[in-house]
């Protein structure tokens, strides 16, 4: 049984930091490519992070300097540091697990941002 769980998330003032974290199970991790997404309301879902199972990362333009992907394939887990938080970053933010034929989503944790 597959699973991914975030958590992490909470109330940040403007300017502040959060990390994210997600454990995954039931699959092979080491061979995914792991990502966090991102939720608005009245939004699509949208890409915030991506590394790969060789560690390569990729950003969305909104967030590159600001936040940082990371993964520790030893503990099956994936992080998501978050500096300098704005408030249009606040949204549901769902850690997914892909490889060829197979993607897996988390529940989301709520990142909400405001003075």
């Known amino acids: 049984q597959v699973q991914l769980v975030e958590s992490g998330g909470g109330l940040v003032q403007p300017g502040g930091s959060l990390r994210l974290s997600c454990a995954g199970s039931?699959?092979?991790?080491?061979?995914?490519?792991m990502g966090w997404y991102r939720q608005a309301p009245g939004k699509q879902r949208e890409l915030v992070a991506v590394v790969t199972s060789g560690g390569r990362t990729n950003y969305a333009d909104s967030v590159k300097g600001r936040f940082t992907i990371s993964r520790d394939s030893a503990k099956n887990a994936v992080y998501l540091q978050m500096n300098n938080l704005k408030p249009e970053d606040a949204a549901v933010y769902y850690c997914?697990?892909?490889?060829?034929?197979?993607?897996?989503w988390g529940q989301g944790t709520q990142v909400t941002v405001s003075s």
């Open positions: 997914n697990a892909y490889y060829p034929g197979n993607n897996y």
């Open positions: 039931g699959f092979i991790f080491a061979i995914y490519a």
